[in-house]
């Protein structure tokens, strides 16, 4: 008998750990995603403010450097959006230390973390226990709110505005669902629809889709319950009047969209939804509507569901929540934005911002489905034998789609990301060259519109907003002059390729005589019949040349090279183009050999 029992004893060990190394993997790969998202941000990151950035926050952290910080500087309609909360965050963190971009991008990455946090708790308030189950129904929207289409948003020092309504959101519900008191629902609740109205614009949802629910045990009396509702009503009226006061159409923003214009208006929201897993490979239209054609029964079925059975109201009432707010941030976004043209809003150009930063919403609304399949296969599917192939086939079916379209995003980020980062990299070498080089067309990769720009970074810089070195007087007037040159010690300019639309693929490599090292930057310039010199555009190096390395015997030279695509717009015809090598941190420029022709 003894003997029965420890062998009995040693089954169930046996079986325990093996069910806890098994739940402990699971939830690894579940991690996973982010783990990839983590390493592709840190890798590509780069410390500069682009686009509206250098608006918002940037001219609210200057005013604040500058001691003239109004309330009107929060208060600053930025598009459609009051971005009072994002603001406060940002002077927060420069009261601390010092304005750094990828501040805002960790914010970023901590928010999509704590979305998923979030879903977790959802799904484990369910079955109460972490279950293999569980885990693998967690991983699915991992891969959604870590998809490879969130990447370069996760380089963007502002996307964490867009997820603070979301995390309101999933607050809300949590309060909604919780046994407290109604009056401390209803003060929570405003608490949180406020901040989320006043982080970006689809947080005005959230007044109606974060509505306080009565569910303590001892439901409060009729006259306090209306009591509280009016205030709700009355702060939430107040917030939005408070929102629209002063109020003007953006003059950069298209007309919003009219109800005639509903075909536009589904077509732009099938590309949102799309836009998540879209790719050379999967077209996001095509991706978009199978998303739809999956959901709407899903979200039909948890609906007839809830109705049937009141009780099961709380397993289901987060996700349809958070399907109607994803599904509504949407809808906005395609009202204020189809008349741009929907192919030209979800652009996927590097320079700026993208239409990237659409797919924030959209993976929210896949995130939500993920948690109505998760109850509707707990509750239904799970009980009837007969539907058991039937559902082993449909997740097959959609895991291996979701699969491919994941692996196709994931390589052509792998492609994209460097680009990406190059791009960023080009227009952080045209902000630290903007005092001497102020019409440089690559400008532009930073701030569009790049004309007097220039001031606002000398102010920025002088008060110690951004802390980028600037170029000095010498070195100004140093690449004001020809570089008169033939030898090539200080580098070479190797090829001009015209392209169309006056764009030109110049290549070369440069070089600093005095410690026989890769300069920083190539600047170049055109030179009129007279000798004056015109520089006009400068450029990083960092790209490998190994016959380079070879030829002069150091090995840091293999990344002397630059291999550009310029806009030669506005050069005259048949521009002669020279070089100077600048070492910029010892404000250094020394001549460079060639000489290349622009030609029609």
């Avoid at 109020?247 to 077509?267: C, E, F, N, R, W």
């Avoid at 994941?406 to 792998?414: A, G, I, N, S």
């Avoid at 970074?457 to 007037?477: C, D, F, S, W």
Wanted: proline share 5%; charged share 15%.
């Amino acid at each position: 008998m003894n003997q029965l029992l420890q062998i009995a004893r040693s089954s169930y060990w046996q079986c325990l750990r093996h069910d806890l190394a098994k739940r402990a993997l699971l939830f690894l790969i579940a991690c996973a995603p982010a783990l990839l998202a983590l390493r592709a941000q840190v890798t590509h990151w780069v410390n500069l403010p682009i686009s509206d950035e250098w608006d918002s926050p940037g001219i609210t952290l200057l005013h604040y450097a500058q001691h003239r910080l109004t309330w009107n500087d929060l208060w600053a309609q930025h598009n459609e959006t009051r971005l009072v909360v994002p603001k406060l965050i940002h002077l927060a963190l420069a009261s601390i230390a010092d304005w750094d971009v990828r501040q805002g991008m960790v914010i970023t990455f901590i928010s999509v973390c704590l979305a998923s946090a979030a879903a977790f708790f959802y799904l484990y308030r369910r079955c109460l226990t972490i279950t293999a189950s569980l885990l693998i129904w967690w991983l699915f929207i991992n891969l959604v709110l870590f998809a490879p289409s969130q990447y370069e948003n996760l380089l963007c020092g502002f996307v964490f505005e867009i997820y603070l309504p979301f995390l309101c959101a999933f607050g809300c519900l949590a309060v909604n669902l919780g046994n407290i008191s109604f009056p401390i629902k209803v003060s929570a609740n405003a608490v949180l629809a406020l901040v989320a109205s006043y982080s970006f614009s689809h947080g005005l949802l959230l007044w109606v889709i974060g509505a306080p629910i009565p569910s303590h045990p001892r439901w409060p009396r009729q006259r306090t319950l209306a009591f509280c509702y009016i205030a709700y009503l009355v702060i939430a009226i107040a917030a939005v009047c408070f929102y629209f006061m002063g109020y003007k159409h953006p003059p950069v923003a298209p007309p919003s969209a009219s109800l005639g214009q509903l075909p536009q208006i589904l077509d732009f929201l099938t590309v949102w939804l799309g836009g998540v897993l879209r790719s050379n490979c999967m077209n996001a239209r095509v991706v978009g509507a199978s998303v739809l054609l999956l959901a709407l029964p899903i979200v039909l079925t948890a609906i007839i569901k809830t109705i049937r059975m009141p009780a099961s109201w709380r397993n289901y009432y987060p996700w349809l929540a958070l399907v109607a707010f994803a599904g509504g941030a949407g809808l906005l976004t395609a009202i204020g934005r189809v008349n741009l043209g929907t192919d030209l809003v979800f652009n996927r150009s590097i320079n700026l911002f993208s239409g990237m930063r659409y797919n924030v919403t959209a993976a929210f609304f896949y995130v939500a489905i993920v948690g109505l399949s998760f109850n509707l296969y707990a509750d239904w599917v799970r009980l009837r034998s007969r539907w058991q192939n039937r559902l082993l086939t449909g997740t097959i079916v959609c895991s291996t789609l979701l699969a491919l379209a994941w692996t196709y995003t994931f390589l052509e980020e792998r492609v994209r990301l460097p680009l990406f980062k190059q791009n960023r990299e080009r227009a952080r070498t045209a902000v630290k060259w903007i005092t001497a080089l102020p019409q440089n067309p690559d400008i532009s990769l930073a701030y569009p519109y790049p004309d007097g720009f220039w001031a606002r970074v000398v102010e920025m810089r002088r008060y110690g907003i951004i802390h980028l070195a600037l170029a000095e007087k010498e070195l100004r007037q140093a690449i004001s002059s020809s570089p008169h040159s033939d030898n090539v010690a200080a580098g070479h300019l190797d090829l001009l390729r015209t392209k169309p639309n006056r764009r030109c693929h110049i290549a070369g490599w440069t070089r600093n005589p005095t410690t026989n090292r890769p300069a920083e930057y190539v600047v170049l310039g055109w030179e009129q019949t007279d000798g004056v010199f015109h520089p006009f555009t400068a450029l990083p190096t960092g790209r490998v040349r190994s016959d380079v390395a070879r030829t002069f015997g150091a090995d840091s030279m293999k990344l002397a090279g630059f291999d550009e695509l310029l806009d030669c717009s506005k050069l005259p015809e048949s521009a002669e183009i020279k070089g100077w090598a600048a070492d910029f941190d010892h404000q250094q420029v020394f001549p460079m050999g060639g000489r290349l022709r622009l030609r029609n």
